[in-house]
């Protein structure tokens, strides 16, 4: 693996804007990680290398003339494949889409090419979204680079083993039940889902209109901070985006946790994780606590009903989204998808309605812990990659669904809206990683990019890449 | 005067609501699916036809869904609106 495809886009921004790396050398580096992992990994399902070449040499040509453009500039990145990209192939890995090519860009596409981005293709998700762990394709499963016999997490599954594995700098991901996160954890890679509303979602293919969240995944919470700052913007095609003036979400990095408090809620999020997730995010939180952060006990009121209203919301908005097309050509979906929007057809509106109001309640349960604590902390995923074909597991002494347990951390946050942030914070012993969740206030994106970044100051598990891929 | 209306009007909602929001309702008990219900709810009303089979082997999981769903009928919702804000459309000048 090339030395430079290592680096966050913090430091590459650095190397690009003081000429000491050209954008082409940077977009030959990427090209030749997809070349040589993509046949094992299975991250992108459209590579463009003519564009992205002809991105890079226009870069290199606006830098060399003194129109830097900012941090993102001539940085290789890559989209989840439900981002439509003007002329490029947009599948949602579905055979429904298989040769659909958008003639626009989504807002955050076209955002992060306005600020100078380098796209190098698009990226393997679960199918429409719709899933946790990227094994429902048309595509086929994205292996994870740590245990390819185990998935990634999804549904941005291709985004986090892309970045893992230096196929690119940084990737969009959606996040409506975890999207974002679950991969991110189960990668070792750091994503964030930022407040809804920050960040448009035109020209993203809709999971559930009121859930998706689409977000940055790199490796750092820095590089979140700057990929998240051309993205929260109010877009007239998104009425759910925020009329808002947005700070520098860097500009607390550097400040350190002390004096923070963070809550810990342990009902729930800890005391149903497998124990080694659990014992490794206490370890995680015990380095921001060294770091003069003071850790609260707190609990979350009505948490227990987040995934019975999670799944009526998204059963019935995908049903609905999907209706038309399902209703005429149910062989052109995966079995997954098949399955989930064929329950999405016995979901009540009255119910539907109660857990939207649900939402409203959950909200408020955060609100009163937000009264106590700056930010909340806990496992992102409560239980490590499992294998593709496994879909049980057994959680101290219970056997769950792996794909309601993955959600199970994640999709609380979506049914309130709230920012998180998820970092690499260890490894089992057999290698899985295990990631560490930072929930804020609404907007408060900057105050998660501040505790992320000091706990990857103090350790080093973002760093980490699989070796066994080289040899 | 104006000011007099409206305060009249707010105390009216309270008295009415405020009973009505500290009244305990019960819901009649659900009994449980049938795969047969499912394949008609289906067919006669989502218009996505399944078989008895398909059907039936959707039960297990719509059923345990009812089940939280019976719990979060029985939360405190009831001074909750859904979250759900219209927006009439408009020409951005």
């Known amino acids: 693996m090339s030395d430079l495809t290592l680096l966050p886009v913090s430091e590459l921004a650095n190397l690009v804007r003081a000429r000491k790396v050209s954008p082409v050398e940077l977009t030959q580096s990427y090209l030749e990680n997809i070349e040589r992992y993509n046949g094992v990994i299975n991250a992108y399902v459209t590579v463009t290398p003519e564009l992205a070449m002809a991105d890079a040499r226009r870069a290199e040509d606006e830098i060399a003339r003194g129109h830097y453009k900012g941090a993102l500039h001539g940085i290789p990145i890559a989209h989840k494949d439900i981002y439509c990209t003007a002329d490029v192939r947009t599948t949602c890995c579905s055979n429904v889409l298989r040769d659909y090519v958008p003639d626009f860009d989504a807002t955050v596409v076209k955002q992060w090419r306005d600020a100078g981005t380098v796209m190098l293709g698009k990226l393997n998700t679960h199918e429409f979204a719709y899933g946790t762990r990227n094994i429902s394709s048309s595509f086929g499963p994205v292996h994870n680079p740590w245990r390819l016999d185990c998935h990634t997490g999804g549904s941005s599954g291709g985004s986090a083993a892309a970045v893992l594995m230096g196929m690119c700098a940084a990737a969009t991901g959606s996040d409506s039940g975890g999207s974002i996160r679950m991969p991110s954890a189960a990668t070792g890679v750091t994503g964030l889902k930022p407040t809804f509303g920050l960040g448009s979602r035109f020209g993203v293919f809709p999971l559930m209109w009121t859930m998706d969240h689409p977000g940055p995944m790199a490796r750092t919470a820095l590089d979140c901070a700057l990929l998240l700052q051309p993205m929260a913007a109010h877009d007239a095609n998104d009425k759910s985006t925020v009329v808002r003036k947005y700070p520098d979400f860097s500009w607390q990095a550097g400040k350190g946790v002390r004096g923070l408090r963070i809550g810990i809620p342990r009902r729930y999020f800890y005391d149903e994780a497998e124990e080694i997730v659990e014992a490794k995010v206490l370890e995680a939180v015990d380095v921001l606590k ?45 079995p997954e998808t098949r399955r989930n929007l064929e329950l999405g057809s016995y979901v009540l509106a009255k119910d539907y309605l109660h857990a939207q109001r649900y939402r409203s309640l959950l909200g408020n349960s955060f609100r009163n812990v937000f009264r106590q604590v700056d930010v909340v902390a806990m496992p992102t995923i409560s239980l490590l990659a499992t294998p593709i074909d496994q879909h049980k597991i057994q959680i101290r002494g219970k056997e769950k669904s792996v794909h309601l347990s993955m959600l199970h951390n994640t999709e609380p946050i979506d049914l309130t809206g709230l920012p998180a942030l998820s970092v690499p914070c260890g490894f089992a012993p057999d290698n899985r990683p295990i990631g560490l969740q930072i929930v804020g206030r609404p907007f408060d994106e900057s105050l998660l990019v501040r505790v992320g970044h000091a706990f990857q100051q103090a350790t080093d598990w973002h760093l980490k890449r699989p070796a066994s891929l080289d040899s | 005067m104006a000011v007099r209306v409206q305060l009249k009007a707010v105390v009216l909602q309270v008295q009415v609501l405020i009973p009505f929001l500290n009244q305990e309702y019960k819901m009649h008990e659900r009994s449980r699916i049938s795969g047969e219900t499912l394949r008609r709810i289906s067919q006669e009303l989502a218009g996505i036809p399944v078989d008895a ?41």
């Open chain 1, 290 to 334: 060294s770091l003069g952060a003071e850790l609260v006990e707190v609990d979350i009121e009505y948490i227990e009903h987040a995934a019975t209203a999670s799944g009526v919301l998204h059963l019935a908005e995908a049903a609905a989204y999907h209706d038309d097309v399902f209703s005429e050509h149910p062989e052109l979906y995966t």
């Open chain 2, 53 to 93: 089979a398909l059907a039936e082997s959707h039960v297990e999981d719509i059923e345990a869904l009812m089940q939280g769903v019976d719990q979060l009928r029985k939360l405190p919702l009831k001074a909750l609106a859904p979250p759900l804000v219209f927006l009439p459309e408009e020409d951005l000048k």
